[in-house]
């Protein structure tokens, strides 16, 4: 099993701080924490405060962090595909790959937020065409990390005799990790992903998702979950945290989430309880899980010294 920390960028869940001098903090002492991976939204403006709350550049953070660390892996949570070219983004990746030895995720998703796209002038299609346009990129992708030239022509994106050097350290490329789970994204995780990358659920339901996968697939594939991570804390600060958590996202979801929901899915009480849902998440193919520390960096150095170790040989 291996683990990631969400950064809280945006001032959001309970954090104490927010901009570049929080986000390089945090990022520095997960990897002396152990963590094996670093993950940061993608947008322009704030997603879950108030939108003049300041929100930095995905990829500039990502490179930045990545100069000052060493061994962590990056990703988006999750990168937005409707906000760059997808040849050019291809480029990026393989260009952060190369420079920092390989600790790319391409965690790539169609996007969610209407209001930023909307507000910088970019494409946002219905849901099943985002799907769509983020396949075509994927595709694209792929193709230009391991062909020496590639043409594509699609209903979104077109790339013509396209070269794309140096190709990525990782072999045979990237990692792609697909977010979310809609029909059409199931689908596409079946065709494309390394990963699927989701929300976090009750065991059992993972379990169920991951047979449903393997069938649509056939093949295994790693499950990556995102989890809000309430461990170790007082009842009475669950509910809080809980609270404010459900509060911040009733915007993200088709569905707001309830304080119950948080707490039905995701990791809080004794360490025990964590440790204990871990290996079920484990046992239903879950390879890796990302929390979402609240509050974030007591929360990120609970988890590391309380519920790591368990994991780790």
Request: aromatic share 10%; hydrophobic share 40%.
């Amino acid at each position: 099993m291996e683990f990631g920390v969400r950064l809280a960028v945006q001032g959001e869940m309970g954090a104490k701080g927010q901009g570049w001098d929080y986000t390089r903090g945090m990022a520095l002492e997960a990897e002396e924490l152990g963590y094996d991976s670093v993950w940061l939204p993608d947008h322009v403006i704030n997603a879950h405060m108030s939108r003049e709350v300041p929100m930095l550049e995905n990829w500039t953070v990502l490179s930045a962090l990545a100069a000052l660390t060493k061994k962590v892996k990056f990703g988006g949570h999750t990168f937005n595909n409707s906000f760059r070219n997808p040849a050019l983004m291809a480029k990026m990746a393989a260009t952060f790959d190369v420079m920092f030895g390989g600790r790319l995720y391409y965690s790539l998703g169609s996007a969610w937020f209407k209001d930023e796209n909307v507000g910088y002038g970019m494409p946002f299609d219905e849901h099943d065409d985002r799907v769509a346009r983020l396949r075509e990129a994927l595709i694209i992708a792929k193709k230009m990390w391991t062909e020496p030239r590639t043409t594509f022509k699609g209903k979104f994106y077109q790339v013509e005799d396209a070269i794309l050097e140096p190709k990525p350290v990782q072999r045979p490329h990237v990692p792609i990790w697909v977010p979310g789970d809609s029909e059409a994204t199931r689908n596409l995780t079946a065709e494309l992903a390394d990963c699927w990358f989701i929300y976090s659920k009750p065991p059992e339901t993972i379990r169920e998702w991951a047979k449903d996968m393997k069938r649509r697939a056939g093949r295994d594939i790693p499950i990556a979950v995102s989890t809000v991570c309430l461990a170790g804390l007082p009842d009475a600060d669950v509910k809080k945290w809980s609270e404010l958590y459900a509060l911040e996202r009733k915007h993200r979801f088709a569905v707001p989430p309830t304080p119950q929901d948080i707490l039905n899915e995701n990791l809080w009480g004794s360490s025990k309880d964590c440790i204990d849902r871990i290996r079920q998440w484990q046992d239903a193919g879950v390879t890796h899980v990302v929390i979402q520390p609240i509050p974030p960096l007591e929360g990120m150095r609970h988890f590391a010294k309380e519920i790591m170790p368990a994991f780790r040989k």
